[in-house]
């Protein structure tokens, strides 16, 4: 499928909200005012997926010294270091009729490219269990069960080293 990967603006606010709302449940998903201080602060690391003009899908994250992403850093944009050793992938979202086309694929391989030409050592995510073979196949390791308590679910710390 030919999209448009390119960085996010203001002006996606309210469309990345919705799409959020769609793809997670109400306690994991992000709020508009989260992602309003996202956007405002790593605008550089927020890439959407368009198609024909419309906003099908996105990742994001900040930036940290810390090899772990810890529930703090989600609330708190502040907590982003530009300058920092590793890129986080804070979400990772895809409209549900675009699923299962490598869309997912796209906009993470985008992320690692950009974090390695970005003198990054890395990039860290927390999934669920059903998606660590998933993240595996981009050469992330599972490290282990997440201090993360995030919308209340169980969380597994994975890492992919440059
Ligand atoms: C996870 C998600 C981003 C994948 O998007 P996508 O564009 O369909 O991904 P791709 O086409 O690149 O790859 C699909 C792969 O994801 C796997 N997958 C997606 N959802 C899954 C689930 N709930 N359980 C198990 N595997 C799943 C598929 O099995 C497929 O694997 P395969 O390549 O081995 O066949 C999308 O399903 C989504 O937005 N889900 C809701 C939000 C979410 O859970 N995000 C990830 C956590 S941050």
């Not at 997926?49 to 772990?68: H, S």
């Not at 490290?143 to 890492?159: E, N, R, T």
């Amino acid at each position: 499928m030919n999209i448009t990967i390119r960085q996010v603006s203001i002006n996606d606010l309210d469309e990345v909200t919705r799409v959020e709302a769609t793809c997670f449940p109400n306690a994991e998903a992000a709020t508009r005012e989260s992602f309003e201080q996202r956007i405002k602060t790593f605008p550089e690391s927020f890439f959407i997926a368009e198609l024909n003009g419309k906003i099908i899908g996105f990742i994001n994250g900040c930036i940290t010294n810390e090899t772990v992403i810890y529930d703090e850093l989600y609330k708190d944009a502040s907590l982003h270091i530009p300058n920092g050793d590793y890129q986080t992938i804070f979400g990772i979202d895809v409209m549900p009729d675009y699923r299962n086309q490598g869309i997912a694929a796209q906009l993470m391989n985008y992320m690692i490219k950009f974090s390695s030409n970005s003198g990054r050592k890395g990039v860290i995510l927390t999934c669920k269990d059903r998606l660590i073979h998933y993240y595996e196949k981009f050469g992330y390791v599972n490290k282990g069960i997440s201090k993360s308590v995030h919308g209340g679910a169980q969380w597994y710390d994975m890492i992919l080293k440059f």
